[in-house]
């Protein structure tokens, strides 16, 4: 029994086993014993975790891809919904977890997002995303794609993009490359107000070809001791660290 790849589910299956077995050897292992992998299809980069003799889970919406792993994986923990809605401190019972996958690219930025909202409970994330998403995610100020995802990602995670794959590794094969990154925890609380940080972020790339004095007019910054300088530069020239001081100043 094979699964078909379905085009609304974002699936492209992985064949390359040589990469599947890179992606698994991208996970250090620190700080935690739970995996749990998001949208496994027919299990390549399972097959790796699991000899890794660590508590390994996937989540995975195909009913038929669900029905392919009890076959072939009976031991293995499978849960039958939705990464996006799943409650993982219920789950894991508020344990440390680790997530990997060959995401969905349909639905891979809410998968960081998602990430960001749980990050109490991730230490760190490994896998395969759009080239494109994953280059925007690891980015660092000065960069054209540097934008919101880098920085809100950067603040809690350390990101590292590792390789990229072709994709004719695929099946079916995409219609763009991939890369595989890896995100690191380093903070889980920012020492500022992070729903202003957040509100910063968002604000100042959404009119990124402004200068901060005019994109963040609204939230009266230069009556804050903000730096003047600071205030002539655009989003893309502000490192996460920069937004950070930036968000102190304006809190108080």
């Known amino acids: 029994m094979n699964v078909k790849a379905k085009k609304h589910l974002g699936q492209h299956f992985l064949k390359d086993e040589n990469i599947a077995k890179q992606i698994v050897d991208a996970l250090t292992w620190e700080n935690y014993n739970q995996v749990l992998e998001i949208g ?37 923990k499978i849960f039958g919904e939705d990464f996006l809605k ?10 440390p977890v680790c997530i990997l996958g060959n995401f969905p690219y349909n639905i891979s930025t809410q998968i960081v997002f998602k990430i960001l909202e749980d990050r109490e409970q991730i230490p760190e994330m490994a896998g395969m995303f ?54 690191k925890r380093k903070h889980t609380h920012l020492e500022v107000d992070e729903r202003l940080f957040f509100n910063i972020v968002k604000t100042a790339f959404n009119q990124r070809r402004k200068t901060l004095r005019n994109a963040l007019k609204s939230l009266n910054i230069s009556q804050h001791g903000v730096d003047e300088n600071l205030l002539n530069l655009r989003a ?16 108080g």
Do not use: W
């Open 236 to 251: 893309e020239q502000l490192s996460v660290e920069d937004f950070i001081e930036l968000t102190a100043k304006v809190s």
């Open 130 to 183: 759009q080239k494109e998403v994953a280059e925007r995610i690891c980015s660092k100020k000065g960069s054209k794609i540097y934008g919101i995802l880098s920085v809100l990602t950067q603040a809690y995670y350390e990101t590292e993009y590792l390789f990229t794959v072709d994709e004719h590794v695929f099946n079916p094969p995409p219609k763009v490359k991939s890369g595989v990154m890896r995100m």
């Open 40 to 76: 496994p299809g027919m299990g390549v980069l399972t097959k790796f975790l699991m000899q890794e003799k660590k508590n390994v889970s996937v989540v995975e919406i195909d009913s038929e891809s669900v029905e392919y792993l009890q076959n072939n994986y009976p031991t293995l």
């Open 86 to 95: 799943m409650d993982l401190a219920k789950a894991f019972n508020n344990e």
